[in-house]
């Protein structure tokens, strides 16, 4: 699980995806719809491939990058990772560190001038959600229905206030859904 900081805006924000029946992984983990909870290795390695050869076969498609995936792997190859761990040892990319608990997120948090993009699973964007830790959360409801696996909420302990604040739709049928959280 990876939060990115970066200077930019004063929101800090998480991004989901979910099924329109709530699920956020099959019932037999699969991910085809969203990034799980033991996402960063996954990602490290796949944008680590891009940057070293964006014309060759990537991890897990086999197929080479797309112009959108080389610019989004530069910047995230400048942009500070944080990995909200408490088992991982060690990370590759040179712009990562661990740490091990909800406390130092929030140190950095309240450093001036910081803003964070969630990247990972539900227990990690709800950990910081009751933590009152997200001002934003943005969910990509795709247009699919599971019918079982995990669901989106399932690790939310209290009420969370949400206001709609922006809706798109894709040509794709996702619809993205962007909340303001209120405290």
Not at 54 to 66: R, Y
Not at 72 to 100: C, E, F, G, M, N
């Amino acid at each position: 699980m990876s939060v990115q900081w970066r200077k930019s805006g004063a929101k800090n924000h998480a991004a989901l995806s979910v099924t329109l029946d709530g699920i956020i992984e099959g019932p037999n983990g699969e991910l085809d719809c969203v990034l799980g909870r033991v996402m960063y290795p996954g990602y490290e390695q796949y944008w680590l491939a891009v940057l070293a050869n964006p014309e060759g076969p990537l991890p897990f498609s086999g197929q080479p990058a797309t112009k959108s995936e080389i610019t989004y792997a530069r910047w995230a190859d400048q942009t500070p990772h944080i990995i909200l761990s408490t088992t991982l040892d060690k990370v590759t990319w040179q712009t990562s560190r661990i740490v091990r608990d909800v406390d130092q997120i929030r140190q950095l948090k309240n450093q001036a001038g910081k803003n964070t993009y969630v990247v990972g699973g539900a227990t990690l964007v709800f950990s910081l959600m009751n933590s009152w830790l997200l001002e934003e959360l943005r969910l990509n409801v795709h247009p699919l229905i599971l019918g079982g696996g995990k669901p989106l909420f399932k690790d939310v302990k209290q009420r969370q206030p949400l206001q709609l604040t922006q809706v798109k739709q894709f040509g794709s049928g996702i619809v993205s859904l962007t909340y303001g959280v209120q405290s």
